[in-house]
């Protein structure tokens, strides 16, 4: 199944003056699309999902990571640079290769520690795992 990463286009960081363009979310797609276009491996698992907004406002740039059956995450607070693609895909690398979007704290890459904003659950859970199931 194919990953997804989403990332806001429209994140600018409070310093960033707001006519500046492109904003600093759009400027991370754009690395992240070169990075994945150099990395045909890496493309043939992840696809890129510009979005207009994750209303992650308050900690942006601000990505989504996600996959059928998978727990989903939402990242925020990475600079749009290189730093934060190499974090990225070190982090989409480890993600692809779990069947549950759980990857373990030690396999984490050293920049996604502390932009966690949110996890949710896989949208498609197993009957037996629904709310009221016995």
């Given amino acids: 199944m194919p990953v997804e990463l989403i990332v806001c286009e429209t994140c ?3 310093e960033d003056p707001p006519e500046a363009m492109p904003r600093a979310g759009a400027q991370l797609a754009g690395l992240m699309e070169r990075a994945l276009a150099a990395d ?20 942006p740039c601000a990505v989504a ?5 998978r727990m989903s995450y939402v990242l925020g607070d990475l600079p749009a640079d290189d730093a934060s693609v190499e974090t ?5 690398r480890a993600y692809a290769d779990t069947s549950d ?22 949208l498609d859970e197993p009957e037996e795992d629904r709310p009221g199931k016995t």
């Fill in 12 to 14: 600018r960081h409070p």
């Fill in 40 to 59: 045909p491996d890496l493309a043939g698992r992840v696809r890129l999902r510009p979005l207009r907004c994750l209303m992650s406002c308050r900690r």
């Fill in 88 to 92: 990225l895909t070190a982090y989409l």
């Fill in 101 to 122: 979007g759980i990857v373990p704290f030690k396999q984490w890459p050293q920049g996604v520690k502390g932009r966690f904003v949110a996890r949710m659950p896989p």
């Fill in 65 to 69: 990571v996600r996959a059928a059956g």
